[in-house]
């Protein structure tokens, strides 16, 4: 019975945020001061968390909370964040709406001219690298408990790519995203980073 | 005599699905391909770059080949019948050595099939990946995109080789006659250095070509333990019934049982094939991360899930169909957990979007 409740919570959080950004809760007070009012971002203090899925954001907190990810800042701010409040944090961000992108579709273009839109759209097989796009979507645009990257900061991008690399950031299935982010090499890191920040 | 000539649309139409413009009987071009198990002494096939297709209108072939093949989609409500893409079963666009790749493909084609007494050419086959694999309506011979993805397989199989075998130059042009038919053919014209070096049956059977075959199971496989297996691996993915992940409505996270993922009649419904696969494929871009055990109980668990009907059902029903066509490591014709009988609920053939 807790399974199936678990799992109709799931589908809520799921939900794409269609609809008018939610009003602030109280409890999303204490974000805004890194991430910006709406959860815009405010480089390079704090990532956008705007228009992220509410099912995302909510499992970023608790990995915070279980020190799957290590941040000196997120984790005590984490902490503030129980029960519904998460719910509340994570469905106002997830409200927040975004640009809009046009989206490149796989296929649309057979071959790239530099190694990131490749790795991004291609990926590199012979290093067992499948392309960004098959779980972050087309564009990257993100969903369900994959991260939007598409005009993410830069900055937050090559941190996060190499707090994989370094293990500070766990909590993927079976170490998927890890293991990708330790095979790419810096300059990739660099590339991949500035390139999916610049898809608007 | 094979009974399955006597089919007719009326008695197509009467059974639970509907089938429109399917007037003779559909051969079973996704009969079991012979599959061996990975030696660490494979050595696979080169495979080119996509920015070194030739210019021109060859090359615009291969291209097109290639766009169909990574956005299948494009063929949704015209050929295809479900949410997948080729690309979601043969990794890296049909070029990873063991995900069943195009180079290997192409060069196994035509081939005998004792099932149906009759030679099948490489366009028949992709005729079977549409009408099965992408639960839809097979183009027609010779058609813009059969060709096409003939093309694209071909340019990859001979590009390998003149890679593996140093013959420099483009891929030599052939003609659309020539494409569909696949390369295990005495008259396919190849540079000598690779005619000398293999036979057409060595080239037919190259390291890599299909899912590798995995042992036996220790425990008989079973779905009651597949479905922990799924939980704990791949649901994150796949969706806790299923169902794949679509984001901003394109799925590039594939359904694997339900209404919007391959038939019945589909090789992958097979528990073995699905055990190869996933044991090399899976988790996603990890390889070989399951035990075989878990393997084969993860396999048994999505392929004993309904899913679209097998395009083959007359009105005899499943049971006889399962007889004709389903001996095999399957659960179509079955029941699971005290369910009805798989099949009985399938979902339909090449359903409007």
Known sequence: ?200 | MNKVILWSVPLLLLSSVSIQGVSEALPDKQAELFTSPKKPTDSYLPVRSLASIPKGEFGDKVRMGYQLFVNTQQLRGQYVGNELNCSNCHMDAGRKANASPLWAAYLAYPAYRKKNDKVNSYQERLQGCFTYSMNGQAPDNDSPELIALSAYSYWLAMGGLMDQYQVAGEVPELSDKALVLGGKRDDFSLPEAIASAMTMDERAKLAGRGFPAIPKPELAYSPERGAEVYKAHCQACHGDNGQGLAIAGIYSLPPLWGPDSFNWGAGMHRVNTAANFIYENMPFGKSITLTNQQAWDVAAYVTSKERPQDPRLTNKGVADLAKQYHQHQGYYGKAVDNGPMLGSKAYPVNPDK
């Open chain 1, 1 to 200: 019975m807790r399974v199936f409740a678990c799992l109709i919570s799931l589908c809520l959080l799921a939900q794409p945020a269609f609809s008018e950004p939610l009003p602030m809760p109280a409890s999303a007070q204490l974000c805004v001061g890194c991430h910006g009012p709406t959860g815009g971002g405010i480089e390079p203090v704090g990532p956008r968390i705007a228009g992220l899925s509410a099912e995302y954001i909510a499992q970023q907190i608790a990995l915070f909370q279980q020190g799957k990810r290590q941040n000196p800042i997120m984790a005590p701010m984490a902490m503030t964040l129980q029960g519904d409040k998460i719910t509340q944090v994570s469905e106002y961000f997830a409200s927040q709406a975004l640009p809009e992108i046009k989206l490149h579709i796989r296929g649309d273009t057979v071959s790239f001219n530099e190694p990131a839109s490749t790795l991004v759209y291609q990926g590199d097989w012979g290093r067992l690298i499948p392309a960004c796009v098959t779980c972050h979507g087309s564009s990257t645009l993100g969903g369900g408990q994959f991260p939007r990257l598409a005009g993410q900061q830069a900055s937050y991008i090559k941190t996060q790519l190499l707090a994989w690399q370094t293990g500070t950031r766990k909590g993927d299935v079976d170490g998927m995203m890890a293991s990708i982010a330790n095979k790419l090499t810096a300059a990739e890191i660099d590339a991949l980073a500035s390139y999916l920040a610049a898809i608007k």
